[in-house]
């Protein structure tokens, strides 16, 4: 990926970012964008009463182990209120695992 596309896809949510969006590619030294990824096992009832389990990913840092819960909860909520017909009961969480990185290179 070329760092003048990642400077024009990047959301950010404070204005000093802007700065970064800005700046002539040439200025940005890293070669390299890495993404922690976390798996997370859970099992629930489907609309239907049935048994499943499932796999989902979450890109979190090593280091945010205490938030993985809540976000896998507030993915499912979500899911939930969009998708009331098809909606997930009893979900639990059976396992969640810190996989390693995934790395994305810049040119």
């Known amino acids: 990926m070329k ?20 700046c002539h590619p040439k200025q ?3 070669e390299d964008i890495y993404i922690p990824i976390w798996k997370v096992e859970y099992k629930y009832n489907t609309a239907r009463g049935n048994p499943k389990t499932a796999t ?7 280091s945010a182990w205490d938030m993985v819960d809540n976000e896998f909860m507030s ?12 909606k997930l009961s009893n979900v639990e969480i059976l396992d969640a695992e810190f996989m390693g ?4 290179s810049l040119e």
């Open 3 to 22: 760092i003048s596309e990642l400077q024009s896809i990047c959301k950010y949510d404070d204005s000093i970012m802007e700065e970064f969006k800005q």
């Open 28 to 30: 940005i030294i890293s």
């Open 56 to 62: 989902k990913y979450i890109f979190l840092e090593e």
């Open 75 to 86: 993915h499912i909520k979500s899911i939930n209120e969009n998708y009331p017909e098809r």
């Open 101 to 104: 990185k995934v790395y994305i």
